[in-house]
């Protein structure tokens, strides 16, 4: 039986042409003479009807061409089909195909596609529901939350707004807990990173690994927000992972561990965002890796 490839567009991710892009897509399944078939993303995010188009449409490969948001509602719904998952990326950051070296270059990622190599991919859960790349609280999730907002996609508008956050950035307090441990911190956001990156090669947690069966957290303390950046930027360069301990916590601005699954308390209710886009928050949080959950196609 051959290909058959559904591809998704993400109509509002990113400032790419997507009519090129639908061009781009039949001329070069035209000339490999692959079935494919197109389809835009749900905007409530509702893909129940995968599991009977993959079955019935004997689907083979299913392409998202969108942003990190736009990965996890559809492979949520696929998590236990025999399918391929290929990533074109359109991004404002596109921190998974990055970190798994997929190219920016529309041509290139469906040719990357098409080649058809795929790999087992970890996942992770956030009360029960699916994180593929980056989730976190607290500052970086209020940026998410302020540029879904705003009218204007793209790499510049979401600095912009960094940037104006970053300005007016307080911290929250949490209780994290792995295992029996259970450490008080007062912090500007907590990271749980899947991948290595928030996008754009910006590496938030350089340990990092899609298919390691491991979560990375990263937690910047409370402090002099110069002096928090800093130690960030350190923590980034010398690509350190930290023990899990008090006397380390006592010692530095950032905290950096790995493990397997954790919970985390949120009296203040920091906001919350999933793989960039923002999502409604919580007091409590159960957080949990789920290995080698979907075959992700890459170079």
Not at 42 to 68: E, M
Not at 215 to 241: E, R, W, Y
Request: aromatic share 8%.
């Amino acid at each position: 039986m051959g290909r058959k490839i559904l591809f998704f567009i993400n109509p509002i991710s990113g400032i790419k042409n997507k009519l090129k892009l639908e061009e781009t897509i039949i001329r070069k399944c035209g000339e490999k003479n692959i079935s494919f078939e197109i389809l835009f993303t749900s905007k409530d995010g509702d893909y129940q009807f995968l599991h009977d188009k993959i079955k019935n449409g004997n689907i083979t490969d299913i392409a998202i061409c969108g942003g990190d948001g736009s990965l996890s509602p559809i492979i949520s719904s696929v998590l236990n089909a025999p399918v391929n998952i290929g990533i074109i990326p359109l991004g404002s950051g596109n921190g998974l195909a990055r970190t798994a070296g997929i190219p920016d270059s529309v041509e290139e990622a469906i040719d990357i596609i098409f080649a058809g190599k795929s790999r087992c991919t970890d996942v992770f859960l956030i009360n029960k529901k699916l994180s593929v790349h980056v989730s976190g609280l607290g500052f970086d999730a209020k940026v998410a939350h302020d540029f879904s907002e705003g009218k204007t996609r793209g790499l510049h508008a979401y600095t912009k707004i960094a940037i104006k956050n970053f300005i007016s950035a307080k911290t929250y307090p949490f209780t994290i807990q792995v295992d029996e441990k259970k450490i008080n911190v007062e912090a500007f956001f907590i990271c749980i990173a899947n991948s290595n990156q928030f996008g754009n090669n910006f590496k938030v947690a350089p340990k990092a690994s899609i298919r390691d069966g491991l979560l990375d957290i990263v937690v910047l303390q409370k402090t002099n927000k110069a002096t928090a950046v800093l130690s960030f930027a350190q923590q980034i360069i010398s690509g350190k992972t930290q023990q899990f301990s008090k006397k380390e916590i006592d010692k530095k601005n950032m905290i950096y561990f790995q493990t397997t699954k954790l919970k985390i308390e949120n009296p203040q209710l920091a906001p919350l965002h999933i793989d960039g886009d923002p999502a409604q928050t919580s007091k409590y949080f159960s957080i949990e890796i789920l290995p080698s959950a979907f075959k992700l196609t890459e170079p």
